[in-house]
């Protein structure tokens, strides 16, 4: 498929999915208002009770959920496009885990209540911790081998830190909420949060974007890839910088979301040719455009019972990866 046939077909129908759904987020809500209402409350409504929960609540949301849809899915195409599996993701590295436990330490301390940035920016402290215990343990030479193996070391550690802290924790109070947070959730977040991660996010973003010629290359293999002078190391550090900065900064101001980079670059894959150049931005838009339906669908279901936003992506997320495994099984058999 050439680059403007993936354009047509998929760039263009994610990009209006994302526009669409982006208003659709602007408009649901608790507070019933009319399409003219939220437009003239959000451009013209001055400090009008409509206008603070279009500019404080709805519109901070939609952004973060853009914002983080969009990282996830892009570092997971990254992150598959690198290890050449289908079945890698963006917490394989162990930022998110990290990422968690920073701010399950802000909560269990206090930091969270004391301070308002307390807690994302100890989940940005955790993962800039795991990005340097992953390079330290994989090595300045490292295989991509090494590489998963100390991701899933760090990620190991972090998550047993995390249950000793809900284990020994004093504070039922506090325990319920680490566990509330690290179930993810878009609600109550504001316009700090979205500055907050906007700068991480965007670096993150330039990074993998950079990847794109030396994932394609990667595809014939690691020897050849160097042959035509992909330099492998700097590579691999663009790659887990770049996920660390957009996975960590959505952690620090959502708690965990999983499945998003997981499932969306598999279900993009075929559209695209399985071209990782081309799945990295479909794969963002597609990102964006899951974690805005979820988001929606929070809303909408259980209003009154605050479903969380990870909660859902799961239990969407699980069963749909498990079909395109047994799809997968049978085109092999």
């Known amino acids: 498929m050439t680059r403007s046939n993936t354009m047509t077909r998929v760039m263009l129908p994610l990009i209006a999915a994302t526009l669409v759904l982006f208003c659709a987020s602007m408009l649901i809500g608790p507070a019933r208002m009319s399409l003219g209402d939220s437009l003239s409350a959000l451009f013209a409504g001055g400090e009008s009770p409509m206008a603070l929960v279009m500019r404080e609540i709805r519109l901070p949301r939609a952004l973060l959920a853009v914002m983080i849809g969009a990282s996830l899915g892009l570092a997971g195409a990254a992150m598959q496009g690198y290890l050449r599996n289908p079945l890698a993701e963006p917490g394989l590295i162990g930022v998110s885990g990290s990422a968690a436990l920073g701010a399950v330490l802000a909560i269990q301390t206090g930091l969270a209540a004391s301070f308002a940035l307390g807690l994302p920016l100890a989940a940005l402290a955790g993962a800039l911790i795991s990005v340097l215990l992953v390079m330290a343990l994989a090595g300045p030479r490292g295989t991509s081998l090494t590489l998963i193996l100390a991701g899933i070391a760090v990620s190991a550690l972090a998550a047993a830190l995390t249950s000793l802290v809900l284990n020994l924790s004093p504070n ?22 979205v500055w907050l991660a906007l700068p991480l996010m965007v670096l993150g973003w330039a990074l993998l974007a950079g990847l794109g010629r030396g994932l394609d290359a990667l595809t014939l293999g690691e020897d050849a890839a160097q042959a035509m002078g992909i330099r492998l190391t700097r590579l691999r550090l663009m790659l ?27 279900i993009l894959r075929p559209l695209v040719g399985a071209r990782p150049s081309s799945l990295l931005w479909a794969s963002a838009l597609g990102g964006a455009v899951m974690l805005l339906l979820a988001d929606i669908a929070v809303r909408l279901i259980l209003p009154e019972r605050d479903l969380k936003l990870g909660v859902l992506t799961a239990i969407v997320g699980a069963p749909l990866f498990l079909h395109l495994i047994l799809k997968l099984r049978k085109e092999r058999i």
Do not use: N, Y
């Open 240 to 266: 887990v910088i770049g996920t660390a900065c957009v996975v960590g900064a959505g952690t620090a101001v959502a708690g965990a979301i999983g499945f998003v980079g997981l499932v969306v670059p598999h």
């Open 172 to 193: 039922p109070f506090a325990a319920s909420e680490i566990v509330f947070w690290m179930m993810g959730s878009l609600a109550d977040r504001s316009m700090t949060h």
